[in-house]
């Protein structure tokens, strides 16, 4: 397909799937970490766990990093617009250009001017959250400062809590908002735990962090990358929908 009409078929359906994605109480999840260029993992991954029973959410960054971002980015957007109810792409840091530019961008720096604006355009639509019926919250980084689930879908793109959801950092230390680290909002477990009571998750998945210890807060928030880019093991996370979960270690970790 035309890179153009591809970019622009995306763009309606993100708009019209909105900003909150629901999964359905059956089947099972599995939650993909930043890719960063690993066209491969992409592609590994929609091979090995893509069928009719399951949904596919990648946690964002599928670009810069790595060697191969516009492979993987025209992948995913084209394996979206096939299977739209089955795999979902939320957005991270670096799908949000449109809102925030950053460096290094090695993706969006080597696009003309005008593809730039286009896939700036197009990933700025991107979704910010993917909620379970059993407890489950995806995010890119970390969590918005909203009284309920549904007001993620009102969030402003570009706002402080899209800087929270797709820029966010977690620390095991106590306490709520702990200040910026260059462009990166900190948050502490207090900030954690008030935030996950108030949208009535137990468990967060995200990514966007490397430092970041596997699990934390009483393994209640989990960090995976599926990327080459990082020297971590490519790790997805496995979620029946169907089942109770309480801690983000009852998840089953698999490596690509
Ligand atoms: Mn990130």
Not at 12 to 41: C, K, M, N, S
Not at 76 to 101: C, D, R, S, T, V
Request: glycine share 6%; proline share 5%.
């Amino acid at each position: 397909m035309d890179e153009h009409v591809l970019l622009q078929q995306a763009s309606e359906l993100f708009t019209l799937q909105g900003r909150l994605i629901e999964l359905p109480a059956r089947g099972r999840a599995v939650f993909v970490g930043d890719t960063h260029g690993d066209y491969e993992a992409s592609q590994t991954v929609i091979e090995r766990y893509l069928d009719s029973e399951t949904v596919l959410v990648f946690v964002g960054d599928y670009v810069d990093r790595g060697p191969h971002s516009l492979e993987n980015i025209l992948f995913l957007l084209e394996q979206k617009l096939k299977h739209p109810e089955n795999i979902f792409l939320l957005q991270g840091n670096h799908e949000g250009w449109k809102y925030a530019e950053f460096s290094p961008a090695d993706f969006w720096q080597s696009l003309s001017e005008e593809r730039r604006a286009r896939f700036a355009e197009t990933l700025a639509q991107l979704p910010l959250a993917a909620s379970t019926p059993n407890g489950v919250l995806a995010t890119h980084a970390a969590l918005p400062d909203v009284q309920s689930l549904t007001e993620i879908d009102r969030i402003e793109f570009g706002d402080e809590n899209w800087r929270a959801l797709t820029w966010g950092d977690w620390q095991e230390v106590p306490g709520y908002y702990l200040g910026d680290r260059g462009s990166r909002p900190q948050y502490g477990e207090a900030y954690f735990r008030e935030i996950m009571r108030r949208l009535e998750k137990r468990v967060l998945i995200r990514g966007h962090q490397p430092h970041a210890p596997r699990y934390l807060f009483g393994a209640r928030c989990v960090t995976i990358f599926t990327s080459s880019a990082y020297p971590l093991p490519r790790t997805v996370a496995l979620l029946a929908l169907d089942q109770p979960i309480a801690k983000a270690d009852q998840l089953s970790m698999e490596l690509l």
